[in-house]
C-alpha cells in the first residue's frame, strides 16, 4: 500500500464516525465542501467537473481490480467485475466500519464536589451533542449539525417532510403528522445560513448556524435534558486549523466558561484581581475591606 495514500486515513474515518448512514452521504459531505469552500462546481463547466470525478473514480476502481485480480476467477470479465463492485458499494454501509453510537445517557458519578451539578446531564456524543431516541446533533462553536432519521418504509421525497427553521425554534417532521422536533432552540441562529437536506430517502440533515459562536450548546431544544457542557471536547485537529489569534480567543472563551460553570473566576476576573493587588501594594493607607468585583 502506498504511504502516500494512507496519509488522511485518519481524517477520513474521523468524518466516516459521524456519518453512519453510508456511502452516499459520506459522498455528499465532500461534495457540500467543495460547493461551499471552493469554486469547484462553478469555477469549470459540468462536463469538465464530472468528467474530473468520473476520471478520478475510474483511476480507483482500476487499482481495485489489481489489487483484487489474485482472488478472483480468470474467467470472470471485467464487465463482471465492475457489477460486483457496484453491489458492494450500494450494501455496504458504515456501520460496518464504526459502530453506531449509543444514545446519551446521564452522568452519575463525578470526580469531586465541584461536578456535583453535573450529576443527571447527559454525556455529550462524539461530537460534543447528544444521542437520543428520536433523532441526534452534533455542534462545533460555529454551528450545529441535527439528524433526524424518519421512520417510514417508504422512500421520502423533500415534499413530503415539512421543516421550518427560526431564529430561535425549529419544527422537523412529515407533513400532516406529529412532528419529531417542536420547541425552542437553545439559541438564536441565523435563518438564511441555516440549511436541511433529506438523505437517503429517510434522513432529514438539518445545518444551524449559530450567531453567538463563544458558547456550547447544551441542549437542542428547551425541553430536552441538557448535556455537560463541562465534558464537551473539541477535537485537536480542528483548534490547529485556526490562526493564533483566533484559537487564542477560542481557548481563552472555552477557559471562561468552564470556570463560571465550576463558579470560579474567568480570566478577566483575575485580570481585574491582579490589578486591584498591584493598587493595593501601592496605596497600603487605604481600606479595601469593602471593596468588591462586579
Known amino acids: 500500500m502506498n504511504i502516500e495514500d494512507e496519509k488522511f486515513d485518519g481524517l477520513l474515518l474521523a468524518i466516516a464516525e459521524k456519518h453512519t448512514d453510508g456511502i452516499p452521504q459520506f459522498l455528499d459531505t465532500i461534495a457540500s465542501f467543495l460547493r461551499r ?41 471485467k464487465q463482471d467485475n465492475k457489477k460486483a463492485q457496484n453491489i ?10 464504526v459502530p453506531k453510537e449509543e444514545v446519551s445517557k446521564p452522568i452519575n458519578d463525578v470526580e469531586d464536589d465541584s ?4 450529576i443527571g446531564k447527559l454525556k455529550p456524543n462524539s461530537g460534543n451533542g447528544c444521542t437520543l431516541d428520536n433523532y441526534s446533533w452534533t455542534q462545533t462553536l460555529q454551528e450545529v449539525e441535527v439528524k433526524i ?10 415534499r413530503d417532510i415539512d421543516v421550518t427553521i427560526g431564529k430561535s425554534s425549529i419544527k422537523v417532521g412529515l407533513k400532516n403528522q406529529e412532528p419529531v422536533i417542536n420547541g425552542k432552540l437553545c439559541a ?6 441555516s440549511v436541511w437536506v433529506l438523505q437517503d430517502s429517510n434522513t432529514v440533515l438539518i445545518t444551524l448556524e449559530k450567531i453567538n459562536k463563544m458558547n456550547w450548546w447544551d441542549r ?22 485556526l490562526d493564533g489569534e483566533t484559537r487564542s480567543l ?9 470556570q463560571k460553570e465550576m463558579g470560579l473566576p474567568t480570566s478577566e476576573d483575575k485580570r481585574k484581581m491582579e490589578i486591584m493587588e498591584k ?13 468588591k468585583f462586579n
Open 37 to 77: 469552500k471552493t469554486d469547484f462546481f462553478t469555477g469549470t463547466s459540468k462536463e469538465k467537473w464530472e468528467g474530473l470525478l468520473l476520471g478520478v473514480f475510474n483511476k480507483q476502481y482500476e487499482k481495485a481490480i489489481t489489487q483484487n485480480s489474485g482472488n478472483v476467477n480468470q474467467s470472470v470479465t
Open 88 to 97: 458492494a458499494v450500494q450494501e455496504t454501509r458504515f456501520e460496518e466500519i
Open 115 to 118: 461536578e456535583k451539578d453535573e
Open 149 to 158: 432519521p424518519l421512520k417510514t418504509s417508504t422512500a421520502l421525497r423533500a
Open 188 to 193: 438564536e441562529v441565523k435563518q438564511d445560513d
Open 220 to 241: 437542542l431544544v428547551a425541553t430536552d435534558q441538557p448535556i455537560s457542557t463541562r465534558k464537551i471536547n473539541p477535537e485537536p485537529s480542528k483548534l490547529s486549523d
Open 250 to 258: 477560542v481557548e481563552k472563551m472555552m477557559y471562561d466558561q468552564r
Open 279 to 291: 493598587f493595593k501594594m501601592q496605596h497600603p493607607e487605604m481600606d479595601f475591606s469593602n471593596c
